[in-house]
């Protein structure tokens, strides 16, 4: 049962993937408060550009993504200060440009050859010793901001206007919590790639949305959720040989499932 820890690349990819779990559990609890699903799946796709403009240049992928992201996040967020009924257009617009923009890129880059399907979905058995570095960086720079802003964080993601009236500043409370959001989306792409981040990002959080009594709770254990399935994909994947981001997805959405129609049934026992 031990004998693929031996490996130094499942090693990583256990690694990676705890980190990311805790991570997309913190950030994730504040996307599904915060309403930002549709806006995260926006950033989540024009990744892809940041993507290709690291291969096309030959920079490193996960900080020139970040970088690149955080920009469009910025951008985004800016545009739905001064027009939020115009934001589903915002979010279309770089959804698709986004994806266009690096596949183009991808293929002006002379001898490229990488399957480009990987940042799809996900290649974490291919993670190096630089993307945990980056990743237990992001990790306490979360830990430390959340820790530290927790009260601000949470009277603006529940009723921002209530907080500006205390003083809070809740535009730059709300740009913060996008930006750490996209940096959170770019390091699961090495998990379970651009097109499944999303249900990484809320899945666990679904789940504890039904236990949690408020957000801090919610947080914790949506992240030791996001580990309980990260580690019974990565067996999963590595016994039957199947592809670790697909595997960890449907692991959760198969235990969400199941507590949902147990919900269900408890609700109508008692009704």
Known sequence: MLEPL?????????????????ITGIIGSLVVVNRMVFLSGGIA???????GLA???????????????VAVTILIAI?????????????????????SFGILLADLTPGYQTDLMSYLFGSLLAVSNDDIYFMSILLVAILIIISTFYRDILAVS?????ASLRGVKTRFFYTLILILSSLTIVISIKVVGLILVIALLTIPIYIASFFAKNLFYMMVM????????TIIGLILSYKFDLSSGPTIIMTSSLVALIIFILKSLKKEIKS
């Open 6 to 22: 031996s490996y130094t690349f499942v090693q990583n990819a256990l690694l990676a993937g705890l980190i990311v779990s805790i």
């Open 45 to 51: 796709h024009s990744a892809y550009g940041g993507i």
């Open 55 to 69: 291969i096309y240049l030959g920079l490193p992928m996960l900080l020139t993504t970040s970088i690149f992201c």
């Open 79 to 99: 545009a739905s200060y001064k027009k939020r009924e115009n934001l589903d257009i915002i979010i279309g617009l770089t959804w698709a440009v986004g994806m």
């Open 158 to 162: 529940y009723d921002s206007e209530y």
């Open 222 to 229: 949506s992240a030791g959720l996001s580990m309980l399935f």
